[in-house]
């Protein structure tokens, strides 16, 4: 897996909301150190990051970017001797080139989500960490957040016995001040932007399904909201998701899930609605036995995912061993849950995996 580094040095190539995320997340985090970036824009590469802007966490500002390189050009970022991996955050249509690129000039990658547009460049993606020896992670946050980290414990720990199945749930406004989101070849829509949340937990959760059955409507010829119904066979886990995009923008963001075990059912939903973020359903646990627990949970800020994501990466990384969460595999096959729902919106059938 390469060399172990005491100190993981990091070069992040993009920064747009995303990078700077990770970047003040490094700020945070022992065993890394931001040492380089890549950025097109030339007056980021300055340090003035106040034109960056997102749906959470701080406002970007004027950063002090002493001590850190600063390239225009990834293939020069590259040839720096020192960065051991490259966290890349640049837009989907960009991750296969630059994550095989830098796994070439021997760095390790993280590539943030989704892990790529299609199965076939997630595999070269694969092939080519194999190659050079290298460690290749995808930032699926989503198990790092603290509703669905409880979720996924309480489900494994086997205390509420077997899995029985699952509703989820992802809904936001159109992002119409999102460049490209509707472009099939750059970001892919609703389908490959946002559902993969879902998808790859339903992975981590119940593996891969036998069939998918998806119905919905579409925009661009790209899924816009539906309904999947994912078949495990007659004796699996019953298990349904329902996502998208709905073009009143009231509704800036929704996410929840209903999760079925034999003694016990898990309940959440959280939703931005104008100017209220707030729980339509706190993270609930239904007991056997009738009872009913409300769960506190720690960590609400979103950006405290994140930086438990990118321990994750730096453990994963500095010991050589497999993350159970970031590992590509997992990434690939939320892909191809995204592609095989999308198949069957778009051939109103079922589709076997």
Known sequence: MGTINIMLKVGIAGIGFMGMIHYLSYQKIRGAKVV??????????????????????????????????????????????????????????????????????????????????????????????????????????????????????????GRYGKLLGGNFKRVIADPSWLANFWQADQVGGPMLDLHVHDAHFIRLLFGMPEAVSTTGRTKNDLAEYWHSHFDYGTQGPVVQATSGTIPQQGRQFLHGFEIHLEKATMLFEFAV?????????????????????????????????????????????????????????????????????????????????
Not at 45 to 72: E, K
Not at 289 to 300: M, P
Not at 315 to 321: D, K, L, P, Q, V
């Open 36 to 157: 380089a970036i890549c950025e097109k824009n030339p007056l980021r590469l300055t340090g003035d990051w106040r034109g960056i802007q997102g749906n959470f966490g701080p406002a970007g500002t004027l950063m002090d970017l002493s001590g850190v390189a600063t390239y225009s050009d990834v293939d020069e970022m590259l040839a720096n001797e020192q960065i051991d991996a490259v966290d890349i955050t640049l837009p989907p249509s960009l991750h296969e080139e630059v994550a095989v690129k830098s796994l070439r000039a021997g760095k390790h990658v993280f590539c943030e989500k989704p892990m790529a547009l299609t199965p076939a460049a997630c595999r070269r993606m694969s092939a080519a960490a194999e190659k050079a020896g290298r460690t290749l992670l995808v930032g699926h946050v989503l198990p790092f957040f603290p509703e669905y980290s409880w979720a996924l414990k309480a489900a494994r720990s």
């Open 273 to 353: 609605t104008g100017d209220k973020a707030e729980y339509l359903c706190p993270p609930t646990l239904l007991r056997h036995n009738g009872k009913v627990d409300y769960i506190a949970l720690a960590g609400e800020d979103p950006q405290h995912a994140f930086e438990a994501e990118l321990r994750e990466v730096v453990r994963s990384i500095s010991s050589g061993e497999t993350s159970k969460i970031l590992d590509a595999q997992l990434a690939l096959d939320a892909i191809v849950l995204c592609n095989k729902q999308a198949e069957s919106l778009r051939k109103r059938r079922v589709i076997k995996l």
